[in-house]
């Protein structure tokens, strides 16, 4: 095993062996890694690639490598986040481009801000809302008013004098009504798969509404995780709209809404290469299609729920 010098660093040469690995004879070494036995001379494994840790670690290391691990926190992250947010398009540009190691991948940027919503939003407290027919209800995504018993017994003998998936479908909608919060809760919980299989679909949207730039679809798709990490950014911010005035929460979504329309838009048209108006026309298009596919996720989600019952 040689030595090499680059400036002022020392690196381990490793002489070659079956397959390029590290010969035998160095497993025996006085650093051994702890994965794998391979002699290491600098702070990562030249066999495996596992950085030299003391398997006793302090609390402070271990919350360091902790987050590390989760959140890529090596200052790619803050990185990211301000290219991602002040340049709309130039983070999938950049990655496009070949220039990823100074920034978190995209599938791990879409994840963060995903995980960080939902938990941020199943801690916040619940508003209580009216319904169309005069009921307090949870508010959220979809709500269920509950159902009177003799609502539901007009619901089951309706069930009786039908047929087919008519009946079916009445019978279980009866005994679902008659829990309706655990019904609305399962559809909650349930939002956040869809949306990660709706990520690739919008993916696919924009690969077809931008056909003609002949692009291939992993391009389209971390296009689409950088939109979608910047979704979740917003809707994170929109949880503190429950602690403004009922007079202002509105007007601070619609500036929430506005702002995002707009950064799509802009991102678009910096990654596509296409003007603003082009990149608006085609944007709007395939948000439409998307916001289609997500209500029907969302009521194939209710329909599975309620057939559970």
């Known amino acids: 095993m040689g030595v090499v010098s680059e400036g002022r660093r ?33 702070d990562y494994c030249p ?27 090596d200052g790619k992250l803050g990185r990211t986040i301000r290219t991602l947010l002040t340049k709309p398009g130039e983070l999938t540009r950049e990655y496009l481009a070949g220039r990823r190691v100074r920034y978190v991948s995209p599938i ?5 801000f995903s995980v960080l919503f939902f938990a941020l939003n199943a801690l916040m407290p619940r508003r209580m809302v009216l319904s169309r027919d005069g009921q307090r209800v949870e508010e959220g995504v979809i709500q269920i008013s509950p159902s ?29 009504l008659a829990h309706p919060s655990d ?56 949880l503190a709209g429950i602690f403004l005035p009922t007079v202002a929460r509105v007007p601070y979504e619609l500036l929430l ?4 329309a707009v950064y799509v838009v802009r991102a678009a048209a910096a990654v596509y290469d296409s ?19 997500f209500l029907a996720v969302i009521a194939g989600v209710f329909a599975i729920h309620v057939l559970s019952y």
């Open 10 to 42: 020392t690196q381990a040469v490793r002489a070659p062996g079956a397959g390029g690995f590290t010969p035998a004879a160095s497993v025996a070494a006085s650093n051994p890694c702890l994965n794998c036995g391979t002699n290491v001379q600098l």
């Open 47 to 73: 066999e495996c690639g596992q950085r030299e840790i003391d398997p006793d670690p302090t609390l402070k290391e271990f919350l360091h490598e902790l987050g590390e691990e989760v959140l890529h926190w």
């Open 108 to 112: 791990r940027l879409y994840l963060t």
């Open 148 to 176: 009177t018993p003799a609502q539901l017994a007009d619901m089951e003998a309706e069930a009786q004098r039908s047929s087919g998936i008519k009946r079916i479908w009445l019978s279980h909608m009866a005994r679902a």
């Open 183 to 238: 019904v609305q809760h399962a559809t909650t919980a349930s939002i956040p798969k869809g949306m990660f299989v709706l990520v690739p679909f919008f993916a696919a949207l924009v690969g077809l509404v931008y056909r003609d730039r002949r692009r291939k679809y992993p391009q389209h798709l971390a296009f689409a995780l950088h939109v979608h990490a910047v979704l979740f950014i917003g809707l994170t911010l929109g």
């Open 257 to 260: 809404f506005g702002a995002f």
């Open 275 to 293: 003007r603003m108006s082009q990149a608006r026309v085609r944007i709007v298009l395939a948000s439409a299609i998307y916001f289609a596919a």
